[in-house]
């Protein structure tokens, strides 16, 4: 391990919301560590997923999507830590989607250009889409006009399509240096913050068009007892209305999200899990700079 090819890194993702961020880093560590959604705005948080090789290891920094017309402090605070992420890393992966190019992708370019002191990858995903693959050469040379990019890599993040050359890509580009973290450390997050975040992704999966914007989570108890993890989780939202929709009819909803939840806790933990799930009323939270760092949002950097 002390070879001196070895190498190791920070590698931030970023891009507007939705476009693969998060299922890409799971993906390349083969591992579900991120919550992924159709809906945009899914991740809140900065999040590491570290992977380790006998030649490398790579810190892969997920960031909410960077977008620019929220005003609550939610997105003031989502917004700051995506963008704090372009600073302090060795390589920055750019994430599109496909042919398109929106408003959005263009201002997160445009931090970029001011920014950026690395190596920028450009990364067009979901190409599983695509009906015509020949259409991305004319708009990756479009785009490469407006940026002096390292390389473009087409991938399918969902499928595993190309992600292993670009990890290869990455590799690359990447500095030699130690070991950073444990070898076998995968995140810098705690079990904790890992069960409140997948009880949040169940949420916008069951709740679909319904889900208020303004949910979270909060972990009241995570003990663990002998072969079991015993956790109890708090969903807050902001009012009455959105608390019935969040339990929903005889309770049915709150029930599904509370087993899908334990699920993957049981898989990520390893371990038996008994989950209590509650919803509770907290008013005008997301855009209330105390009770967000109450609830978890505070600048890690
Ligand atoms: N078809 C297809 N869908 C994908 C692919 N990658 C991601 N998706 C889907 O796109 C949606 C958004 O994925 P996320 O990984 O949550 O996107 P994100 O960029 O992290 O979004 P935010 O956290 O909101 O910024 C989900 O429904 C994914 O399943 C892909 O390669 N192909
Ligand atoms: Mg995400």
Redesign the pocket.
Known sequence: MTDSTFKSGYVAII??????????INRILGQKL??????????RHRILGIKTSEASQLIYV?T??LHFDGKRAMNRYMNRAAASSIEDVDVILF?IEGLKWTDEDAKVLERLQSNARVPVILVL?????LSNKNDLLPHIAELAKQYDFAHVVP?????GVNVEQLETEILKLMPEGELIFPEEQLTDRSSRFLAAELVREKLFRHLGQELPYSITVEIEEFKQEKELYRISAVIYVERDGQKNIVIGKKGELLKSVGKDARIEMEQLFDCKVFLQVWVKVRDGWSDNERMLKNLGYTDEL
């Not at 995903?125 to 889409?129: A, I, L, Q, S, T």
């Open positions: 891009g507007r919301p939705n476009v693969g961020k998060s299922t890409l991120c919550i992924t959604s159709r809906r945009p705005q899914t991740t997920d909410p999507g994430v995903n979901k190409v599983d889409k991938i399918s993040a969902r499928k």
